[in-house]
């Protein structure tokens, strides 16, 4: 069994530019959660996406957008960067059945720094 | 808002011995889920142990084991035999059940637990 995949697992930014974060889900899951940890916190919630649409969206500006491909696959993409989306972004995977036990399967995420 | 918070920024304790993390959170559905997850240096978030709301019973995972008391809002983490290898950053986490509700959790801000040999 496969697990989540994320990458790059480091990049560098300067503000204004764009980036594409992108995941894999581990293997039978058909719903991918993205979030952003700041240094020292906790997690927030950016959205999620099932079934190739958006599923839910935390307190993130239009600016964070992302995809989900057939294969379950995801991509977080954020337009003009500031200095505050400096974090590690974590994706997280899960299986929409009756059997789900609301637990989430982490990726290792990608650390961006915005210069 | 439906917060989750960890009074203890950091915390510390001697190999074998036990320690207690603390959480409260805030909600107003019925049933819902809570986690305590486990992020060590390597940064990938580990599942210890998760609890059901609709359940009484406290769930119990090997050395890890919670006391959730549903009235009160509180889910503690306790994890005995406390091992060099449990250092890490500790996050309490609250989801609704069912539905669209899968796979958006609420974390609190962590507790930094230290193990001493």
């Known amino acids: 069994e496969t697990g989540v995949t994320q990458s790059p697992t480091h990049l560098i930014k300067t503000r204004g530019q764009q980036v594409t974060l992108r995941c894999s889900s581990q293997?039978?899951?058909?719903?991918v959660s993205w979030y952003q940890q700041a240094l020292g916190q906790g997690p927030q919630f950016i959205f999620q996406?099932?079934?190739?649409?958006?599923?839910g969206r935390g307190n993130f500006p239009p600016r964070f957008s992302g995809l989900q491909f057939p294969n379950y696959s995801s991509e977080l993409n954020v337009n003009a960067l500031e200095l505050d989306d400096s974090a590690l972004y974590l994706c997280?995977?899960?299986?929409?059945?009756?059997?789900?036990?609301?637990?989430?399967?982490f990726g290792e995420g990608s650390r961006l720094t915005v210069l | 808002a439906q917060t989750v918070t960890q009074s203890q920024p950091e915390m510390s304790v001697q190999e074998a011995e036990t320690v207690t993390l603390s959480c409260t959170y805030d909600?107003?559905?019925?049933?819902?889920?809570l986690f305590w997850y486990k992020q060590p240096p390597s940064r990938q978030m580990i599942l210890v142990i998760r609890?059901?709301?609709?359940?009484?019973q406290n769930a119990t995972e090997n050395r890890f084991s919670v006391n959730f008391q549903k009235a009160a809002k509180s889910f503690s983490l306790k994890i005995s035999d406390s091992q060099l290898g449990d250092t890490a950053m500790y996050f309490c986490?609250?989801?609704?059940?069912?539905?669209?509700?899968?796979?958006?959790?609420?974390f609190g801000q962590g507790t930094i637990l230290t193990v001493h040999p």
């Open positions: 997280a995977s899960t299986s929409r059945t009756g059997a789900n036990t609301g637990e989430l399967f």
């Open positions: 293997s039978g899951h058909n719903t």
């Open positions: 996406y099932y079934r190739e649409e958006e599923n």
């Open positions: 909600t107003s559905e019925n049933n819902y889920y």
């Open positions: 609890q059901e709301a609709y359940k009484q």
């Open positions: 986490a609250r989801a609704n059940a069912g539905g669209t509700s899968y796979g958006k959790l609420t």
